[in-house]
């Protein structure tokens, strides 16, 4: 039955899988909200290999997403400044979007360690990639370096996944053999994860109040 259910669900995502959709996604991706663009462009380049999507075009329309989603962090960032941000990141709003001061004060950090070339590092690191763009609108970035290193790590990340997705197509057959076996594993890690920002959130919760 719950093997069954996620059958449903991923014929569901993989049947509104498009150009359009990929875009839309990445571009939430790149700005405040974490979404994995593991579950984006591996599932994408599954449906290139069986000839319904292009496997360059998904990697376009991905990375022009990652630019818009980046785009916009960079543009608010520029725009409020880091007064505002900082406060943004520590409100009850923030959080919701999984967002604290100390995540954008690492993603600056590491925009100061790196310099402007960071934004293109940035991409290929998780939990800094779609936070790297908030520190270089504060620093005030040329916008054409900053879309350039942007593009150019966003489209070396999403290469790297499309090739893992189109390749995975090969071993069809064997995941579909082991369906109910990896759903499980799916469901497990899920509660996992959600376990892990529960306690977090009250263990901050839990500091801030003492």
Known sequence: MLSELFRNIADWYMGNMNYGTILLLMAIESSVLPLPSEVVIPPAAWKAAQ???????VIIFATLGAICGALFNYFI??????????????????????????KVQKAENYFIKHGRSS??????????????????GLAKMK?????LFTAAGSLIWHTILATLGYTLYSQKELLDKYFSEISYVLLALGIIFIAYLVVKAYKKKKVSTN
């Open 143 to 147: 916008l054409g370096q900053f879309v």
């Open 77 to 102: 960032s520029l725009i409020v400044g880091r007064k505002i941000v900082y406060a943004f990141a520590d409100s009850k709003v923030g959080h919701l979007f999984l967002l604290d001061k100390e």
């Open 119 to 136: 934004t293109f590092i940035g991409r290929l690191v998780p939990g800094i990639r779609h936070l790297i763009s908030i520190p270089a």
């Open 51 to 57: 000839g319904d999507m292009n496997f360059f075009l």
